[in-house]
Every structure is written in C-alpha cells, then in structure tokens.
C-alpha cells in the first residue's frame, strides 16, 4: 500500500486540491483508492458530499490514523492520500510518518516558499522522502517556465529540495470541477488541467516505485525523491 501525504503550512497551496483531482484519477485505474481527510477545515469531505458517489472512498480521520492504515491495507487498499491541514501541529507529523511520499504543494512566491520550509523539515527529520509540486502557476510560453515558476525553481534548489520538474498550471477548471464533486479529468477529459494531473500522476508513481526499491533493499533507511 502506497501513501502520499499532501502536507504543507501554508494554506491555500492546493493540497484539498490536488489530492481531489489526483484520488478521482487514481479512482478511474483502480477500486483500491482511500481518501483520508485529515483537516477539521473538511475541505475534501465537503467535495465528497457533492460528488455523492462511493469511488474514490473517502475516511475523515476520526480513530486513530494508525489503526485506519491497517484496517486499509488488510482491506486491499492500494493507494491512500491524506489530506492534512495547513500547520506543523501533531496530527501532520503523525500523517507524514505514515507516508510512502510527501507531496508538498507550493505556489510559486516568496510568503510560499518560506512556509515549504518548515514542511519540508519536517520530512527530513522523520527521513520521509519528498517532492515539492508548484502548483497554480502561471501558464507556461512553450517549454519556458514563467520568470515567477523559474525563481521558485532556483530557490527551492538552494535547498536542495527534490520538486516536480512539472507545473499545475493555474486553470478555471481545477476549481469548478471541484464545485460539482468531480476530478478534472471527469469534468473535462481533454483539458490542459486533466493532462497536467496525468503527468502529475506518472511522476508520482515512478518516484513512489523509487522509493519502495529503495526501502527492500538492505541498509537502505531514507530516500530523497
Ligand atoms: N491549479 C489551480 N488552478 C486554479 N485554482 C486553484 C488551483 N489550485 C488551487 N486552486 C484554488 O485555490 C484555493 C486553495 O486551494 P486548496 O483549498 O486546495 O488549498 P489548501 O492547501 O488545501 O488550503 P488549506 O491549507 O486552507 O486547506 C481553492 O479555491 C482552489 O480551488
Ligand atoms: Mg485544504
């Protein structure tokens, strides 16, 4: 069972947001998908209601985080993303030590890139492997980054922080396809937003793949994604 954790302190970055659009995704190739609400805000368990259908599950995480893994994984549940509120209290650290992946979402900005900080050193300190994903960016001319997308990149990598060579472009339809329950690919299959959640999704598992080899072989404790 693979777990990504949308973690970041920032609020607005597009957790509740990603981890939507990438669960009904994941929801379309596989039964075997849980939505985790971690965040009293209810932000995904408002969508859900709306949605009005089973797939992708969804638990708010009421028992205790670890018990609802278990009880996942004896279920045969394949994928589960936690959506986590925008602080370092307790509860996200105990999410991101249950995490194969923490994904940690960021606009591109200085009060943005500031917050990732602290989320980021959170996963280091517990050794979770991480991806920073710039999400609601300016659209890009071509293959070039917008100037705002390129600053955060240099940024992030004077941190040396592992971020998604891909962008969430910012896109009308990455909120409106929220307001009627559905992902973006359901709302619009052939939108530049549903093209950029797939290629979002290829990224992630081939680092999440990465991660699980890593960990089976012997003497291996952290990965950096
Ligand atoms: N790529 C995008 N394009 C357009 N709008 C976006 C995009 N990503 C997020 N948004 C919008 O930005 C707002 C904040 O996003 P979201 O609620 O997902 O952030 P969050 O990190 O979960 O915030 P919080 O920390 O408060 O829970 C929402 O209105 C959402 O629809
Ligand atoms: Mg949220």
Known sequence: MNVLV????????????????????????????????GDPQGSLSLWHRLRGEEQPALKTST????????????????????DTPPDASPPVAEAIRHATL?????????????????TIQIARDLGKPYAVVINAAPARRGRQDDAVVADARGALNGLKAPVWSGQITHRPEMTLSLSYGEGV?????????????????????RTVDAVQAAYRRPGTRRVDA
């Open 6 to 37: 949308f973690a970041s302190r920032k609020g607005g970055a597009g957790k509740s947001t990603l981890a939507a659009h990438l669960a009904t995704y994941i929801a379309e190739h596989s039964n075997s998908t849980l939505l985790i609400d």
């Open 63 to 82: 028992r205790s985080l670890g018990q609802t893994l278990e009880r996942a994984e004896r279920d045969g549940v394949e994928w589960v993303i936690i």
């Open 102 to 118: 923490v994904v940690i979402p960021m606009r591109p900005g200085l009060f943005d890139l500031a917050a990732v900080r602290e």
């Open 185 to 205: 690919k359901e709302y619009g299959a052939r939108s530049v937003g549903a093209e950029e959640i797939r290629q979002l999704w290829l990224a992630l598992t």
